[in-house]
Nanobody
Framework: QLVESGGGSVQAGGSLRLSCAAPDYGRNSYCVGWFRQAPGKGREGVASISAGGSTSYYADSVKGRFSISLDNTKNTLYLDMNSLKPEDTGIYYC?????????????????WGQGTQVTVS
């Protein structure tokens, strides 16, 4: 079960850190990532990272502002969000893919958290 935390309301230009507590998958090959869904829009990939942290992917809209990281000792995924914009508003979901390969494609991910709200005004 994936459990997100850290969402909230922030002014434009501010920062937030999202966390996602994940199970110990007991394997070396998996991918975890963050997706978001803005009001009235579909869910989109924001960032993802491979199990060892060697490979990460970012949506063009967040490159240079967001940073994804994975603490394997705590089984926790993070998303550091800086220079936030109103268009970053949405529900942010943590997701996991328990097979090789990493992407930002929603169908590739099998497990999902409940989401945490981020509002930028």
């Amino acid at each position: 079960q994936l459990v997100e935390s850290g969402g909230g309301s922030v002014q434009a230009g501010g920062s937030l850190r999202l966390s996602c507590a994940a199970p110990d998958y007991g394997r070396n090959s998996y991918c975890v990532g963050w997706f978001r869904q803005a009001p009235g829009k579909g869910r989109e990939g924001v960032a993802s990272i491979s199990a060892g942290g060697s490979t990460s992917y970012y949506a063009d809209s967040v490159k240079g502002r967001f940073s994804i990281s994975l603490d394997n000792t705590k089984n926790t995924l993070y998303l550091d969000m800086n220079s936030l914009k109103p268009e970053d508003t949405g529900i942010y979901y943590c997701a996991a893919r328990l097979s090789t390969g990493c992407s930002l494609s929603e169908p590739d991910f099998e497990y999902w958290g409940q989401g945490t709200q981020v509002t930028v005004s």
